[in-house]
């Protein structure tokens, strides 16, 4: 059984950081893409960050670029997303997900994620 749990979201006002980490079983972690999508209230859930499994490669929605950064320890079957910066508007639920096939074309498309963990709450104050 594949679970995804995250932890590290909270209350910040804005301009601070905060880092969410993203724990991982049931898979075999080091062969899986891992993204993070949030979702705001009345909105749509929308992509955030991803990393490939192997090359380490990362991809970034432009809103975070330059404030977010997304890492993973394959040895510790975690994925993390280091926020700084943040602003208002980066209020939501932030999601971890896995994929298993990588394919540029879809990365930020919620429907071809496998897995998703249940979220962790971000707000943020002005």
């Known amino acids: 059984q594949v679970q995804l749990v995250e932890s590290g979201g909270g209350f910040v006002q804005a301009g601070g950081s905060l880092r969410l980490s993203c724990a991982a079983s049931g898979l075999t972690f080091s062969t899986y893409t891992m993204g993070w999508f949030r979702q705001a209230p009345g909105k749509e859930r929308e992509f955030v960050a991803a990393i490939r499994s192997i090359s380490g490669i990362t991809y970034y929605a432009d809103s975070v670029k330059g404030r977010f950064s997304i890492s993973r320890d394959n040895a510790k079957n975690t994925v993390y997303l280091q926020m700084n910066t943040l602003k208002p508007e980066d209020t939501a639920v932030y999601y971890c997900?896995?994929?298993?096939?990588?394919?540029?074309?879809?990365?930020?498309?919620?429907?071809?994620?496998?897995?998703w963990g249940q979220g962790t709450q971000v707000t943020v104050s002005s």
């Open positions: 997900a896995a994929r298993r096939v990588f394919a540029i074309a879809t990365l930020r498309d919620r429907s071809n994620y496998d897995y």
